[in-house]
């Protein structure tokens, strides 16, 4: 099953394996350093926004098109790195993985979360933002 049929538990257990596999949980785990990690790339998808650093579905579609694991590096860094979609993508990796650390149902609670937001007031009563 390609990652794009995936649900989002399954993806979070590959991004949990994945950080496991690089040694992202050899010191201590702490879960405010998990949720600083995820500001900093919220914190960098803004600085890519306003630097207009942004990937190209076209660029993207031919990168991924790539067999050549060594080309395929090569293109990534240089047409979708630190772009802003590629940040975004951080920040849902990062979300992922520290749930598969603590073994949150991501696929449960976000159609949980979402049916709730579909019933809210518009605005959510008055809310700004």
Not at 34 to 46: F, Y
Not at 49 to 72: M, P, S, T, W
Not at 92 to 121: F, P, V
Request: aromatic residues 6%; hydrophobic residues 35%.
């Amino acid at each position: 099953m390609s990652d794009n049929n995936k649900t989002i538990n399954q993806l979070r257990d590959k991004a949990y394996t994945t950080a496991l596999e690089k040694g992202w949980y050899e010191n201590e785990d702490q879960l405010g350093t998990r949720l600083a990690l995820i500001h900093s790339e919220v914190s960098e998808a803004l600085e890519a926004d306003r630097n207009g650093l942004h990937c190209r579905k076209q660029d993207l579609d031919l990168v991924l098109a790539i067999e050549d694991d060594n080309e395929f590096k090569k293109a990534f860094k240089a047409l979708v790195k630190d772009r802003f979609e590629d940040e975004l993508a951080d920040v849902i990796i990062r979300i992922l993985d520290m749930s598969g650390r603590l073994l949150i149902d991501l696929d449960g609670h976000i159609a949980a979360k979402m049916r709730y937001n579909a019933m809210r007031e518009y605005k959510h009563g008055g809310k700004r933002y």
